[in-house]
């Protein structure tokens, strides 16, 4: 079996942001779409935005494993620059 080389620190680290960042996201369009939860006069339209809430909270949870199995046993914290990009954003 071939191994995969190494990859670099800053390489790694910026995989997680992006992944963090995927997260705040995803985490901003389930909370939008979960507050319009049954408030249509029509089960066609409720229907449609309970798949899409769900749709949400499944991309949430498996963007969340993929950065657990990335993120080093020491950090759990958030970076303040995803924080700030997070801020700036609006989300």
């Known amino acids: 079996m071939m191994e995969m080389p190494a990859m670099s620190d800053d390489y790694a ?3 997680r942001d992006g992944l963090r960042l995927a997260l705040s996201i995803l985490a901003a369009e389930e909370a939008k779409w979960e507050a ?3 408030e249509s006069s029509s089960w ?3 229907a449609t935005r309970a ?3 769900k749709a949400y909270q499944v991309a949430t949870k498996r963007v969340q494993t993929v950065l657990n199995r990335l993120l080093p046993k020491a950090e759990t914290a958030l970076p303040a620059e995803i ?3 997070i801020d700036r954003a609006g989300l």
């Open 36 to 38: 319009l939860l049954g």
């Open 13 to 15: 680290r910026g995989r």
């Open 83 to 85: 924080a700030s990009m």
């Open 51 to 53: 798949i899409r809430h």
């Open 44 to 46: 066609r339209t409720n």
